[in-house]
């Protein structure tokens, strides 16, 4: 299983993701740990807004952690097979733990277009 995570600053969890081009990736190791394995650092035209084709980077995730991101997102990505899996928390190293552990992240805020 591969878990990403938005983050436009490779720090923190950020939000819109249907405008992020920036991700990383996380793996679990054979010692049964999460660890960062990987990053995404797309052009412009690869946010998943303005993507038009059919094979995309994300496409090797099998859920992603965000910030914020509307129920078109959610829906475009259900379609890729990748679940979404909003959050207001900002660590992502600790985000992903908690997920893969079962353990439920904090709810994320409202999201607004506009």
Known sequence: ??????????????????KTRRFLVFSENPDGQWEETG?????K???MHEFRGDVHPVDELDVLITASCGAGFKR??????IDVITTSESDPVDAVNRFSRGIKLAPAEPHHHG
């Open 1 to 18: 299983m591969k878990i990403g995570v938005t983050s436009q600053n490779f720090r923190t969890i950020t939000g819109h993701a249907g």
């Open 39 to 43: 990053r995404l650092d797309l052009p």
């Open 45 to 47: 035209e690869m946010s």
């Open 76 to 81: 475009k990505l259900a379609a890729r097979g």
